[in-house]
């Protein structure tokens, strides 16, 4: 009798705890195409730029909504890519996502693409940073990963 009361006092505590600290601030999304992602609110929201090509599909997002930090990952095709990567210049030197947070809040991102990686060559990939990223009516620094060979973008904004 002892260990069930001790175990429904822990339960209690935990339940009370996710109460007070409330619920996960991370919300992860996947949308098969711009269409889709558009018709859903993802680009007014802000939770995936406005500049995102209009031929992205197999598009998932996660974004914490405390730290604003965003990670993207989507499949793209020739089209709108300029667009996408106006006012972007290329960076040898990426400045990878915290690895401890995107697991985390995005553990479908590539570890390869996480701090303590940065010195790794990434044969086909192809790096900028881009200052000015609108996100709904806001402006962020972005960074970019572009895949070629797998024809898949990356990309994060958010503490280092």
């Known amino acids: 009798m002892r260990f069930f009361s001790v175990a429904v006092l822990v339960m209690l505590s935990l339940l009370a705890c996710s109460e007070v600290f409330g619920p996960n601030e991370t919300v992860s999304r996947a949308y098969g195409d711009y269409i889709y992602a558009s018709k859903e609110g993802a680009l007014e929201s802000g939770w995936l730029p406005r500049e ?16 604003n930090e965003m990670w993207v990952r989507f499949n793209y095709e020739n089209e709108g890519m300029s667009g996408f990567i106006d006012g972007c210049e290329v960076r040898s030197n990426p400045l990878f996502p915290n690895a401890r947070r995107t697991r985390r ?4 991102w590539p570890e390869r693409l996480m701090q303590g990686k940065e010195n790794e060559v990434l044969v086909g990939y192809t790096f ?14 972005a960074q970019v990963a572009i895949d070629h060979p797998g024809r898949v ?3 994060w904004v958010g503490r280092q």
Do not use: G, K, Q
């Open 52 to 67: 995102i090509p209009v031929s992205a599909h197999e598009i998932v997002e996660s974004h914490n909504v405390d730290s």
């Open 153 to 155: 973008i990356w990309y």
């Open 128 to 141: 900028y940073w881009c200052p000015r990223m609108i996100h709904a009516s806001t402006e962020l620094p």
């Open 105 to 108: 809040n995005a553990p479908w």
